[in-house]
């Protein structure tokens, strides 16, 4: 059964980045910063800002697969996505065919 999730990246107070995806981006982002029920990550290193988002609509692997492949990436690569977000879209197509929907999603447009 398809549902949606959200692949995302945060910028941390330390400049460093952070991805994880979730079903409910705000309620999930506000665990990062609360430091409850967040990531260790983001409980040593205080979450900012999310960078970008992309809504996949698929299985929970399309958005496992979908981070995991972010996560890959370099630092300089991450800022470009993060940059461009459609860039992410692109770079999937050229590595496989994609079978779940994948959009950019504008976290800041939504609260």
């Not at 910028?11 to 994880?20: D, P």
């Not at 205080?46 to 992309?54: G, H, L, Q, T, V």
């Amino acid at each position: 059964m398809s549902k949606d999730y959200y692949v995302y990246i945060i910028e941390c107070s330390s400049g460093r980045l952070y991805t994880g995806y979730t079903v409910d981006i705000e309620k999930r982002f506000n665990k990062h910063v609360s430091g409850k029920g967040g990531a260790k990550f983001t409980r040593a290193f205080k979450p900012r800002s999310i960078e970008a988002s992309w809504k996949i609509t698929g299985e929970r692997g399309d958005a496992m697969h979908v981070e995991a492949f972010i996560k890959s990436l370099h630092r300089k690569e991450k800022l470009g996505i993060a940059e461009n977000p459609e860039t992410l879209i692109e770079r999937l197509k050229l590595i496989e065919e994609i079978k779940y929907g994948i959009s950019v999603f504008d976290y800041k447009d939504s609260v």
